[in-house]
């Protein structure tokens, strides 16, 4: 949740976020939820587009790596909104819907038996769910009403991996506004109006428009109450396509472990999926040489050669002036890509061999990476990302507020109300 909180502050110079902002306070209609950072009020469907919008940015947001699924992007935002919409929303009450959002919505996604185009690129799409189940809790929605709800949020239910290919602000601009509808949908549920029956499985229903009928209905209840998918969610620790990092912690680690200089490297072979090579090496003209701040962080030959040149990838990689540097340009141009159809994880591991110009080839497997499960980060690492990403606010934050953001989510389950964080964050802060 902090790690959430740190990422829509970070969002908030997220490209065209500001020219969002603008139009949603255009549009008026009451004040009930914030915009982290700005402090603009606007209806709780509003602030939870903009938030969500934030928090999807700078790709810097956690991952389900099972399904790829983004599961705090509408869940935060949505859960904040209709905190603040309510009033009154204790920090059990906040995490009881946190935790339920993110389990119901990655059982959704594990269920389909197929995978579109090679990928589960599906984020966008299955957003509002987790997002008419988080607010819908929290705004009293219980069996017939979330059960409208999530109806609601099915019939509004969109996306295509197409919003990640332009390169603009789209992805995370459409991000925003499947939460939006997801927490519309919980209100109009509460309003008494009901949502779509057989919404999931019905002949014409979702998994029927989205996955062609191919999915496994007891995969959605396996264990349901006793495993919680949320605890399969990682931490990212670079701000790019989640399918890059492990490639790019296998080529920062290779630098490490030998002292590469980028003018010694003579090749670079990344092993990798069909799918990644389709989201992040294609068009090979625009990914190999990007452009664009959208198009590098979905690039493994920009992401790759950052990492061997510089040994990090972080905010500051991905600036105009970054794309230009003609070190890691040279060293992009000198990246291969070897696709494995074995490797068949949604996110691969991070496989790179570096043959040098003195006839030396060196190699690195990492199989989990940082912030996994398996290797997780600690609760002070997320205080030190969302530090970090404070300096990269669109308005300068107070450090005591920062600091009291911490405190608050450190002890969120003893919280009465959770309403002051959004304010906490608010412009005007300084």
Same mark, same amino acid.
């Given at each position: 949740m902090l !790690?959430?909180?740190?990422?829509?502050?970070?969002?908030?110079?997220?490209?065209? *976020?500001?020219?969002?902002? +603008?139009?949603?306070?255009? +549009?008026?209609?009451?004040?009930?939820?914030? $915009?982290?950072? =700005?402090?603009?009020?606007?209806?709780?469907?509003?602030?939870?587009w903009i938030n969500s919008a934030m928090a999807r940015a700078h790709e810097f947001d956690d991952s389900h790596d099972?399904?790829? !699924?983004?599961?705090s992007v509408? *869940?935060?935002?949505?859960?904040?909104?209709?905190?603040?919409?309510?009033?009154?929303?204790?920090?059990?009450?906040?995490?009881? $819907? =946190?935790?339920l959002a993110a389990d119901l919505v990655s059982r959704l996604r594990l269920a389909p038996t197929r995978k579109v185009g090679g990928t589960d690129?599906?984020?966008?799409? =299955?957003?509002?769910?987790?997002?008419?189940t988080a607010a819908?809790?929290?705004?009293?929605?219980?069996?017939?009403?979330?059960y409208a709800a999530l109806g609601w949020a099915s019939a509004q239910?969109?996306?295509?991996?197409?919003l990640q290919q332009g390169g603009t602000s789209t992805l995370h601009v459409h991000h925003g506004l499947a939460a939006a509808t997801g927490v519309q949908g919980a209100m109009l549920a509460r309003q008494g109006l009901p949502g779509m029956e057989h919404f999931l499985t019905g002949p014409f229903g979702f998994y029927q428009a989205y996955e062609r009928g191919d999915y496994a209905a007891d995969v959605i209840t396996y264990e349901l109450g006793q495993r919680f998918e949320i605890e399969q969610v990682s931490i990212k620790q670079y701000p790019s396509g989640r399918v890059t990092h492990g490639p790019i912690q296998a080529a920062i680690a290779l630098r490490e472990t030998h002292g590469l200089r980028s003018e010694d490297v003579e090749e670079v072979v990344v092993t990798y999926t069909m799918g990644g090579y389709r989201m992040t090496c294609l068009p090979e003209v625009e990914r190999r040489a990007p452009t664009n701040v959208q198009h590098a962080k979905f690039s493994l030959f920009y992401t790759v050669a950052c990492a061997l040149a510089r040994g990090h990838v972080d905010l500051g990689d991905f600036t105009s002036s970054a794309l230009a540097d003609e070190v890691v340009q040279r060293l992009?141009?000198?990246?291969?890509?070897?696709?494995?159809?074995?490797?068949?994880?949604?996110?691969?591991?991070? *496989?790179?061999?570096?043959?040098?110009?003195?006839?030396?080839?060196?190699?690195?497997?990492?199989?989990h990476l940082r912030g996994t499960p398996e290797d997780p980060v600690r609760?002070?690492?997320?205080?030190?990302?969302?530090?970090?990403?404070?300096?990269?606010?669109?308005?300068?934050?107070?450090?005591?507020?920062?600091?009291?953001?911490?405190?608050?989510?450190?002890?969120?389950? +003893?919280?009465?109300?959770?309403?002051p964080l959004a304010g906490l964050l608010a412009a005007g802060t300084v």
């Open positions: !790690d959430a909180v740190a990422v829509c502050v970070a969002g908030s110079t997220g490209k065209d *976020i500001q020219k969002l902002l +603008q139009w949603l306070e255009a +549009q008026g209609g009451p004040g009930e939820a914030g $915009a982290l950072v =700005y402090g603009t009020r606007l209806p709780a469907h509003h602030a939870s099972p399904t790829g !699924d983004h599961t509408p *869940i935060f935002s949505a859960a904040l909104a209709a905190a603040e919409l309510r009033g009154g929303v204790s920090g059990r009450e906040f995490l009881t $819907a =946190y935790v690129f599906a984020a966008n799409t =299955y957003a509002p769910f987790a997002a008419a819908g809790w929290l705004l009293g929605l219980r069996d017939d009403g979330l239910a969109a996306g295509s991996l197409q992009a141009s000198r990246v291969r890509v070897e696709v494995d159809p074995n490797l068949g994880r949604v996110i691969p591991p991070g *496989i790179v061999r570096v043959r040098l110009r003195d006839g030396r080839e060196l190699s690195m497997r990492v199989e609760f002070a690492d997320c205080v030190a990302k969302l530090r970090l990403c404070a300096g990269h606010a669109a308005r300068p934050l107070a450090a005591d507020r920062v600091e009291a953001v911490v405190e608050l989510v450190a002890l969120l389950e +003893q919280q009465d109300d959770v309403g």
